[in-house]
Nanobody, 123 residues
C-alpha cells in the first residue's frame, strides 16, 4: 500500500523556522512530482510548492514571498519543506502529495496524499 507520511509539524513562534519531511512508503517516488499543500480551518486547500522528479525544478506559491524551500533526496526517498520567517497566517495542516506526471498547482491532479501534519505559528 502506497503511503506518504509527513512529519516535523508543531508549534513555533512568529519569525521562526520549521522543517517538514515527507517519507513515501510502498514504492519509490523518485519519478514523481512531489507537492506540498496546506489547509487552514474553514479555507480551501492551497498549493504551497512542488518539486520535479529530478529535483531540478521547483515551484512555489507567490504568496509565500520566497520564505519556503523544497528539496528532495531520491536516494532516501524523502522530500523536505523548509519554512522560514513564519507568520501566524501560515498556520495550517500541511500535506505532502505525489503525482506521476509533470508539476501541477491543482490538488486534484495529485494521486497520493499524506495524512497531514499540523503547523501552528503563534504571534
Amino acid at each position: 500500500q502506497v503511503q506518504l507520511v509527513e512529519s516535523g509539524g508543531g508549534l513555533v513562534q512568529a519569525g521562526g523556522s520549521l522543517k517538514l519531511s515527507c517519507a513515501p512508503s510502498g514504492r519509490t517516488f523518485s519519478d514523481y512530482t512531489m507537492g506540498w499543500f496546506r489547509q487552514a480551518p474553514g479555507k480551501e486547500r492551497e498549493f504551497v510548492g512542488a518539486i520535479s522528479w529530478g529535483g531540478s525544478n521547483t515551484y512555489y506559491s507567490e504568496s509565500l514571498e520566497g520564505r519556503f524551500h523544497i528539496s528532495r533526496d531520491n536516494a532516501r526517498n524523502t522530500v523536505n519543506l523548509y519554512m522560514s520567517s513564519l507568520r501566524p497566517e501560515d498556520t495550517a495542516t500541511y500535506y505532502c502529495a505525489a503525482r506521476p506526471r509533470g508539476t501541477s498547482l491543482r490538488n486534484t491532479d495529485y494521486d497520493y496524499w499524506g495524512q497531514g501534519t499540523q503547523v501552528t505559528v503563534s504571534s
